[in-house]
């Protein structure tokens, strides 16, 4: 179980189900049927809109399922109804997330991010590569920019970055063999 | 042209990662006439992993970026879907909640970062879109040397189409990269899904590579199968999917060189494929580099 009655998932989930529109989904199955993750993984993106319908998305937000949509938009596209279900698959996580659900490479990409202000981070032996391109050894973006990293690193202290998601839990499912990696 | 100077945002994975993208961006928008403003910009942020997180989060990174260029007001030109969705929707979602773009307009006062107020009106550009006018068609069509007419598969992508409610582009048979494929001597070839995801977007290349790595075995196939030499893409994620990908996806997935659209237009314009990096990729171009040799060759033999 995820968290209490008191923790805010009803609300979130009301929230969702009215600016994603959900109640309008008939429960056709195109999203699912456009789906590219559908053949590899688990997510049914059917499934989970009706778990927003019906206002039970624990089961949902406790397992990997919708961490492995890459927010295509086909789905959301054929929709014809209108359903904005990639952007309630996002809510979703965000609310799995808040309760320590995520994919456990993703720490990584922030911390990168909050140090270095990229994702993807400046390796040696690209410099190089940059050098016999004739481009710059060194971008001309914030890191390479010592006011502008400093301004960076103040409104990620300011805005709460660095605590933006509680540590991970295992997903339901993960240790038994459950996930489908 | 009526814009011809842009806050140039290369975006990380081209600088950092695949910097032969950069490079040739530089080149051919330097021919065709644009000028490139560099600023000191950060990451989009991604859109797929910090988007899921926690959206004020997310637009409130963007909107730095966005600030950064409404203080020199200049339009900002993106060469990436991920780059440009994220500061895109990102100009969406301050323009329609006034509450939201007041706390990041704050947010940003506060960190003493300048032009925050600015942010939801810069406009953001795809290339694509630059690359789509009269304009620029007829004076690529003008610079064009070399038609290597060999069959690619374009890749569009999926942050560049959708959603189409947002971006109002034909979504069901997209023509622009193509035509401009096209334009450059190539030939552009159908093939099942054209339209489908190449598996890396929402956070699933680092989240969930079975999946990612399923999702692009399955679009190299179907590239490979309809008879593409490469495939052309106007995004860096997709790029270091289709290029790393393969590496990752072993004996698993036929080898199909990928190039940046940008690199594809350089060799039409008879720039040298060591200059374009096609070399510097994981699966380098080595036959379209080599038909570019010859080409320049014949037309120095004429000339």
């Known amino acids: 179980m995820t968290g ?62 919708i961490w492995h949509c890459t927010t295509c938009f086909s789905c959301q596209e054929r929709c014809p109804k209108g359903v904005l279900i990639t952007q309630a698959i996002l809510w979703l996580r965000a ?14 990409a922030m911390a990168e991010l909050a140090r270095s202000g990229n994702v993807f981070p400046l390796e040696p032996e690209v410099r190089t590569v940059r050098g016999q391109l004739s481009l710059p050894r060194e971008p001309a973006d914030t890191n390479h920019a010592p006011d502008e990293l400093a301004a960076f690193h103040r409104l990620l202290e300011n805005i709460g970055f660095e ?19 | 042209m009526t814009e011809e100077r842009f806050a140039f945002f290369p975006g990380c994975i081209s600088t950092n990662l695949y910097p032969a993208i950069e490079r040739s961006t530089r080149l051919v928008l330097a021919e065709l006439g644009f000028e490139l403003v560099d600023l000191p910009f950060g990451c989009c942020p991604p859109p797929g992993v910090l988007r899921s997180y926690d959206e004020p989060t997310w637009a409130t990174l963007a909107a730095r970026n966005l600030a950064i260029a409404a203080r020199e007001g200049l339009p900002l030109l993106t060469i990436c879907n991920g780059c440009f969705g994220s500061l895109e929707e990102a100009t969406a979602r301050l323009n329609e909640n006034p509450g939201l773009d007041r706390r990041v307009v704050r947010s940003l006062d506060g960190a003493g970062i300048p032009g925050g107020e600015g942010a939801a009106g810069v406009e953001v550009l795809h290339i694509l879109d630059l690359l789509d006018t009269r304009e620029a068609k007829e004076a690529l069509a003008d610079l064009v040397v070399h038609r290597l007419d060999a069959p690619v598969a374009v890749h569009y992508g999926c942050h560049y189409l959708r959603p189409s409610s ?15 494929v096209e334009l450059a001597g190539f030939r552009s070839i159908p093939f099942p899904e054209k339209l489908s995801c190449c598996g890396a ?20 196939h179907l590239m490979v199968d309809a008879g593409a030499e490469a495939v052309v893409n106007v995004c860096p994620f997709c790029h270091l999917q289709f290029d790393q990908g393969q590496k990752r996806l072993g004996m698993r997935a036929p080898r199909l060189p990928s190039l940046h659209l940008t690199q594809l237009i350089g060799l039409a314009l008879g720039m040298k494929d060591k200059v374009l990096g096609l070399h510097t990729h994981l699966v380098p171009a080595r036959d379209l580099a080599k038909a ?3 080409a320049r060759a014949a037309q120095d033999a004429r000339d």
Do not use: F, M
């Open chain 2, 292 to 294: 570019a040799r010859e």
């Open chain 1, 163 to 181: 605590s933006l998601v509680p540590p991970r839990r295992p997903y339901d499912g993960e240790d038994d063999g459950g996930d489908p990696e």
């Open chain 2, 201 to 220: 977007g929402g956070g699933v290349w680092s989240g969930e590579e079975a999946t990612s790595l399923d999702i692009l075995e399955r679009k190299l």
């Open chain 2, 166 to 180: 947002r971006y109002g582009r034909d979504v069901e048979d997209p023509r622009i990269l193509d035509e401009l």
């Open chain 1, 95 to 108: 609310e799995a997330a808040r309760r320590g659900r995520y994919p456990a490479a993703h720490p990584t």
């Open chain 1, 4 to 65: 209490g009655a008191d923790d805010g998932l009803e609300e979130a989930v009301g929230a969702i189900l009215a600016r994603a529109d959900v109640e309008a989904c008939i429960q056709c199955g195109r999203c699912t049927a456009s789906c590219p993750a559908a053949l590899p993984s688990s997510l049914r993106a059917r499934n989970v809109i009706r778990a927003v319908q019906d206002g039970d998305v624990t089961p949902v937000i406790d397992r990997d399922d």
